[in-house]
């Protein structure tokens, strides 16, 4: 008997000498935790700047119905840093419609960056930035200035999830200074451009960035669906492109960074557009275009290439000389499915490369036709040919 009564008390006091040390730790700690316990509804026409400036005191930023005054970003560019595994991050959520006024500015119209930042759209959410009113048939060549519509720059470890995004009045998304991004089911339909003046209107512009991924990408435009302009380690896969000119690298060369390095588009489809695959590498520039994937894309509806590969590339495509300066290593295109998918007046596969530029390429199980063939073709390597 006061042996056992002996023990709880041993066990009684232990757990009182360890209960302190364990308190103290945690009532530092309870400032931070309250503070990223904090979930903050923004919306309405101050629900921008609010935002903007409470961003580092919210866990969770709900963006609900937010009407972005005109010439101003929505500008969530220094959200909470979360790198430490002890929290949960909390979402940026965007609920309901999120609106622009109208100006004649570049933008951005919205800016997110961060580390671990984790951004959704909410059922039934969209943001539209009723870019019809800033079309005008010259896209970025001229017209009116219209404004760039979404910065996702500097974001690290983070994800994007179901955004629907309606009508940009110029590119949509410009991907830059990332490392591990992910974008989830992400829609941009511009589909409106078609007929009423949309032009380049880029679905994602992808530099210097690596570890992006996107899957399930929904795009209706007036330019690339995806290009890759420099960058490493980067998968586009699931998409559909509808009007644009498809699935890109490049224009490569002229920039601060030239190269693309290991980039796959896979499982995806090209319908409506000007071309299926591109590869742009600038005439008279430097860089390196090495390790890209085409696997499983399908095609159809296509009016000028349904494969275009050029070293010829000067703001225009095949526009006179290839030069060798930005060689094409290392590339694969396979399982690419175009039966028929070429107009009659377009070209199904073209390859005009500089000397010895192009080497080391896998080419199995193309098949687009529909398209004449063409006659320019230059230093094509020999798993395939232009035909
Ligand atoms: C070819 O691509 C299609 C379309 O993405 C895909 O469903 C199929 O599994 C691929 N076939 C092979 C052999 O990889
Ligand atoms: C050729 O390309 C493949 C990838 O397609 C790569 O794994 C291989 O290392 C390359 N070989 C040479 C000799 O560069």
């Not at 983070?158 to 992910?182: F, H, K, M, R, W």
């Not at 991924?213 to 890759?228: K, L, R, S, W």
């Not at 499983?296 to 225009?316: A, C, V, W």
Request: charged share 15%; hydrophobic share 30%; aromatic share 6%.
């Amino acid at each position: 008997m006061p042996t056992i009564f002996g023990s709880v008390l041993l066990v009684a006091l232990a757990a009182g000498a360890l209960a302190s040390p364990v308190a103290e730790p945690a009532i530092t700690e309870a400032p931070s935790l309250a503070k990223r316990a904090t979930s903050c509804t923004f919306s309405g026409s101050t629900g921008a700047s609010k935002a903007s400036a409470s961003q580092k005191s919210c866990s969770t930023i709900i963006l609900s119905s937010v009407a972005v005054p005109s010439g101003t970003t929505l500008d969530l560019s220094d959200l909470e840093d979360d790198t430490t595994a002890s929290f949960i991050q909390s979402p940026v959520i965007f609920e309901g419609e999120t609106t622009w006024g109208y100006e004649e500015w570049d933008g951005p119209l919205l800016q997110i960056s961060g580390s671990s930042i984790t951004v959704k759209g909410a059922s039934g959410a969209k943001l539209n930035p009723d870019g019809a009113r800033w079309w005008d048939g010259e896209g970025s060549n001229g017209g009116k200035t219209k404004p760039k519509f979404f910065y996702a720059h500097d974001l690290t470890s983070s994800t994007i999830t179901d955004l629907y995004i309606e009508n940009t009045p110029v590119q949509a998304v410009s991907i830059n200074g990332c490392d591990g991004l992910t974008i989830t089911d992400m829609t941009i339909n511009n589909e409106a451009g078609d007929d009423e003046g949309g032009h380049n209107t880029d679905g994602f512009d992808i530099g210097s960035s690596t570890n992006v991924v996107i899957t399930g990408a929904t795009v209706y435009n007036q330019d690339d669906c995806v290009a890759v302009n420099s960058g490493t380690d980067i998968t586009f896969s699931g998409g559909v492109c509808s009007g644009g000119h498809g699935l890109s690298i490049g224009s490569v060369g002229g920039r601060s960074d030239n190269t693309v390095e290991t980039v796959t588009f896979k499982d995806s489809e090209v319908k409506d557009s000007v071309n299926g695959i591109r590869i742009k590498a600038s005439a008279g520039d430097i860089g390196e275009i090495t390790g890209v994937t085409y696997s499983g894309i399908t095609l159809s509806s296509i009016s000028k290439y349904g494969i275009l590969i050029e070293q010829n590339y000067d703001g225009g495509d095949l526009k006179g000389d290839p030069t060798s300066g930005i060689p094409i290593t290392d590339l694969t295109v396979e399982n690419i499915s175009g039966a028929d998918a070429v107009a009659s007046s377009g070209y199904d596969v073209v390859i005009v490369c500089g000397s010895g530029a192009c080497s080391n390429w896998t080419w199995s199980d193309v098949d687009v036709t529909g398209g004449s063939k063409y006659s320019g073709c230059e230093n094509v390597p020999s798993v395939t040919s232009c035909s």
